[in-house]
């Protein structure tokens, strides 16, 4: 792991990615109008980048952005990666400690996710407090390098207090709907039926998806603060449950985009 992680480090470096402070990894749907925010791009294809997986899904751009965004310099994920795609959870989160070594310090992460809380609609945002893993999966598991992390990291916080009070108080500012709840992350690529929806909701969880955990375990166990927001893209009611329209999801997400922008681009200026 530590070779892949060099390998890929040095080819970044290479290529002019120097000492980028923030770290984006934007989801389904998401990322195009962020993406224009960035000056002085440098975009580079996950193809091209040793040892990075390549992403399989028709709506991930698949490359990596490196330029200036209100003065600080970021490194943005036009797409990630998933493990219903085949890939390790080591391979999942490759490009998160890639960040680590080449200088990140804060990671802000969205996705697209499905809304189990019926006092929330599809189209709002919500900024996550706490997650729970159902992947069946760990990036932490097999050999700790004490290099990039303890063996056993703490996770009574894994979403940055600081930065979800900061994200709260520009979408008070800038009268954005910004639910606060808790993610539940599960294998996919199926969605859920009636009886899984219920389950996860009475378990805890607010929304569901199929990303985001993997890659907020390694933040924490590399010590980089992060912060997510889901744009909830379908309501998830077991009892008027309508069949999925993965177009329909991707659309909506879109048309959230606006929002999850204007709330990340004005956290990168106070950070």
Known sequence: MLKEI????????????????????????????????IKKQIAIPYNSIPKFPISTVEFHKGQLIYGELKGKKVLAMHGRFHYY?????????????VMKMLGVKHLLISNA????????????????????????????????????????????????KE??????????????????GVYVSVMGPNLETRAEYRFLHRIGADAVGMSTVPEVIVANHTGIPCCAISVLTDDCDPDNLKPANIEEIVNIAGKAEPMLTELYVELIKQL
Do not use: C
């Open 6 to 37: 060099q390998e890929a480090t040095e080819y970044l470096t290479s290529r002019g990615i120097v000492e980028p402070e923030v770290g984006i990894i934007l989801g389904t749907g998401l990322g195009n109008l962020f993406v224009k925010e």
């Open 85 to 97: 795609e085949g890939y390790s959870m080591q391979q999942i989160t490759l490009p998160v400690r």
């Open 113 to 160: 996710a499905g809304n189990m809380n019926l006092n929330w609609k599809k189209g709002q945002l919500m900024l996550i407090d706490d997650h729970i893993n159902l992947i069946g999966d760990n990036p932490l598991r097999g050999k700790n390098y004490d290099m990039l992390g303890p063996r056993f990291p703490d996770m009574s916080a894994p979403y940055s």
């Open 163 to 180: 930065l979800n009070k900061k994200l709260k108080a520009i979408a008070k500012d800038k009268g954005i709907t910004l639910n606060e």
